[in-house]
């Protein structure tokens, strides 16, 4: 059917012409929406990738966080023991 229109607007001399420029122009369109997609796709992978380091690196904070937390635990635990040695020596009757 469109063809049949083409045909009768363009005439049969002009109509092989006009049909590759209709090609090239499709062609270079749909090129450009395959780097548009791929591009689109390229940002979104980065993007996770920026979450996805973002994520480890507040894992890692957390880490640093529990290893400080456990250091402290065992210097008040060392500090109390000392303590309590020092107690039982100045009070040497218990």
Do not use: C, D, Y
Request: charged share 25%; proline share 3%; glycine share 6%.
């Amino acid at each position: 059917m469109i063809g049949l229109v083409a045909l009768l607007v363009i005439g049969p001399e002009k109509l092989p012409k006009m049909a590759r420029l209709a090609g090239f122009w499709i062609g270079k369109t749909r090129a450009m929406v395959a780097n548009v997609k791929a591009e689109i796709h390229s940002e979104l992978q980065a993007e996770e990738m920026r979450q996805l380091v973002k994520s480890q690196s507040g894992l890692e904070e957390l880490q640093n966080l529990q290893e400080e937390f456990t250091h402290t635990i065992h210097s008040v635990k060392a500090s109390s023991e000392e303590l309590e040695n020092s107690i039982k020596q100045s009070n040497p009757h218990e």
